[in-house]
């Protein structure tokens, strides 16, 4: 039987050793320094290889010291002249430039030294090792580096790199497919952040040859999550998105997704997914790849974990599947009539207890609710009492984000006529007034949108919520609200939507006792032409209907200087023109506005809109006239 003994040197002895192994090194690393500084023109190629092989064990050892010597002594500049095509030494006079260039404050020092030339031109060689650490040295020169990049760019080397690309991207032999990972790399850092150079390479083809890549070479993880690395970079490009959508990444993306186990892996296809994904044409191609079944199964998988890799793999999953659901054609396919696996999947996201995947369901609502048919067809089958009930268990909670998408899907679903009876006898508008009281612009918005799409042509609902005095004081408040021009806007058009859709008294008395007269006067100068005339449509029924409860109101808000306004300038569209005059005629009936007519001599401006280009303008132009006349 065999008893070995073992021993072990004391702390002081591995310091010892550690410091005679330090010092020899040091002396070693001068020594070669000096060798190649004194005699780098004539010295032996021996003897040469030998101070290389110093240089790069110094470098292994303390890259940063050993970088800080070499750029003191002035050997940096003779290592342009070492970097030919035919030396046995090449390949080393690379690779410690590669690894110097490492260092942020050596890329300058390489770049002056004249290396990005001649580091170019060995881009031209057929052996694999020189090419190997050339690709490596113009890459970590070229990271981070404006300088480092501008020089590779003038030398030309991103041209032939590419080219390599082409030639070897067939090869999956083990020393290929190395080449392949530094070039791509390489590329990387020569592009990354820069939309110039990476307009550069998509003009040279670069797309297409990088997809051919992660297509033959999916067995190598190195090179995969290079190209990935590489997409990410180019994705996020107008113009690259276009490209794509002419290769198969689509297909390669998510079989290669569909391979993956480890979190990391899918997170850097995600990161190229999310960008592409925003190209109608991708996400139709991604799902007709079947992406759409993935998300599903990650969400699945995920949604009752507590792990934060996991709660960070739903959200991205369903976010993805919610940005699918934008592109009109990939939504219209997998809403498949509404009998949809992916369809029903979503809706089951609902009511949920996780709030990721309540915002998801609701924001897919959202998305699938963008024509009539669809529109129709949820609320026939029930979504509108799933939303209503997400609401109402967000009312109290707050949460912002799920408030604000499940409003976003009912305001989308009252669009078809057919549905706003059916949403307002279901109890939508008592369910959104519940959040009146938000101080969230985002809720603000959609609450006002969805109000407005439900009263659309609805008299009694219009007349019902016009005379809700606390709906209509908290519009008036919001017209005010300048810092959130959406409120603001949508503030506005629900008050005169109020009126034009109730044309009831009781409602116009109470937006005049709540001050609201002179936001609609305000309205009448927008910069939006419909807003305009929806306010001008909605103060000719005020003067129609309750002239004597407004006069004072619109005088005060100085409404006709600001008609006499809108119908003297030519930029006013034809309508505003019409509905000025109309508008007018009513307010004829107050005797205290009537006299400040005469005072701003309308007369004049109404004339000569007779021979407007618009007939309907002239012929109203006339009516007008004839008014101003006979009570002047």
């Known amino acids: 039987m065999y008893c070995g003994c073992s021993f072990q040197f004391t702390d002081d002895e591995v310091r010892q050793l550690r410091g005679s192994c330090q010092r020899h090194a040091a002396h070693n690393l001068s020594d070669a320094l000096k060798k190649l500084k004194i005699t780098a023109i004539d010295i032996s190629e021996d003897s040469l290889e030998g101070c290389l092989d110093c ?86 020169i070229c990271y981070d580096s404006h300088e480092g990049r501008s020089a590779v760019e003038h030398a030309g080397g991103a041209q032939i790199v590419v080219g390599h690309l082409r030639s070897l991207g067939s090869s999956t032999d083990p020393a290929s497919e190395k080449l392949l990972t530094v070039f791509c790399g390489m590329l990387m850092n020569y592009s990354n952040e820069n939309d ?19 297509g033959i070479h999916c067995q190598n993880s190195a090179l995969t999550e290079m190209c990935l690395v590489a997409f990410g970079n180019l994705a996020e490009l107008e113009s690259s998105k276009e490209q794509f959508a002419y290769t198969n990444i689509a297909e390669e993306l998510v079989k290669l997704f569909k391979k993956q186990i480890e979190h990391d892996k899918k997170e850097m296809i995600f990161e190229v997914l999310a960008p592409l994904a925003e190209n109608d044409a991708i996400k139709l191609q991604l799902v007709e790849a079947g992406l759409v079944e993935c998300l599903l199964e990650i969400v699945q998988q995920t949604v009752d974990s507590e792990r934060e890799e996991d709660i960070a793999e739903l959200k991205t999953a369903s976010d993805l599947m919610v940005l699918l659901l934008l592109g009109d054609e990939s939504m219209q396919k997998l809403f498949e009539g509404g009998k949809g696996s992916v369809f029903q999947r979503v809706l089951s996201w609902v009511p949920s207890n996780n709030h990721q995947l309540q915002l998801a369901g609701a924001l897919a609502i959202a998305n699938f609710a963008r024509n009539d048919g669809n529109c129709i067809h949820m609320v026939e089958n029930g979504i509108v009492q799933k939303l209503m009930d997400l609401l109402d268990r967000h009312v109290e909670d707050g949460n912002v984000t799920v408030q604000h998408a499940a409003l976003s899907a009912l305001r989308n679903l009252a669009i078809p006529v057919v549905n706003k009876a059916k949403m307002l006898s279901a109890g939508v508008a008592e369910a959104v007034l519940k959040f009146l009281k938000s101080e969230m612009p985002p809720v ?34 919001w017209c005010e609200a300048k810092d959130h021009a959406g409120v603001m806007g949508e503030s506005n058009r629900l008050l005169s939507a109020l009126i034009r859709h109730s044309k009831s008294k009781d409602v116009i008395k109470t937006i005049v006792q709540n001050g609201g007269i002179k936001h609609l006067v305000t309205m009448a100068t927008s910069e939006h032409v419909i807003m305009q005339n929806e306010a001008l449509v909605a103060l000719a029924l005020i003067a129609a209907l309750e002239l004597v409860t407004a006069e004072k109101d619109l005088e005060n808000a100085k409404l006709l200087q600001i008609l006499h306004r809108l119908l003297a300038d030519e930029r006013s569209a034809p309508e505003i023109k019409y509905n000025s005059m109309v508008l007018i005629c009513a307010l004829m009936g107050s005797e205290t506005l009537h006299k400040e007519m005469q005072s701003l001599a309308f007369l004049e401006v109404v004339s000569k809109l007779r021979s407007h280009e618009n007939k309907t303008v002239a012929q109203q132009a006339s009516l007008t006239e004839q008014r101003l006349a006979v009570d002047s």
């Not at 797309?207 to 890549?213: A, E, Q, R, S």
């Not at 219009?462 to 008036?476: D, H, I, T």
Request: glycine share 6%; net charge neutral; aromatic share 2%.
């Open 55 to 140: 240089l790069l064990q110094a470098l292994a050892q303390n890259n940063m010291e050993t970088s800080e010597k070499l750029q003191g002594s002035g050997i940096l500049q003779l290592f342009a002249s070492l970097l030919t095509p035919h030396s046995p030494c090449t390949a080393k006079v690379a690779h410690i430039i590669a690894e110097v260039a490492k260092n942020e404050f050596m890329r300058l020092p390489c770049v002056e030294a004249g290396l990005i030339p001649p580091l170019v031109q060995l881009l031209n060689c057929k052996d694999q090792e020189v090419l190997l650490q050339t690709g490596r040295a113009l890459g970590n």
């Open 196 to 214: 110039s150079l990476q307009a550069q390479l998509i003009n040279m083809g670069v797309i297409p040859t990088l997809v051919k890549l992660l």
């Open 444 to 477: 603000q918005f959609k609450l006002l949108g969805t109000l407005r799409m439900l009263i659309d042509a609805q008299v009694e609902a219009a007349e019902q919520l016009g005379k809700n005095v606390k709906l209509v004081q908290r519009l008036v408040e």
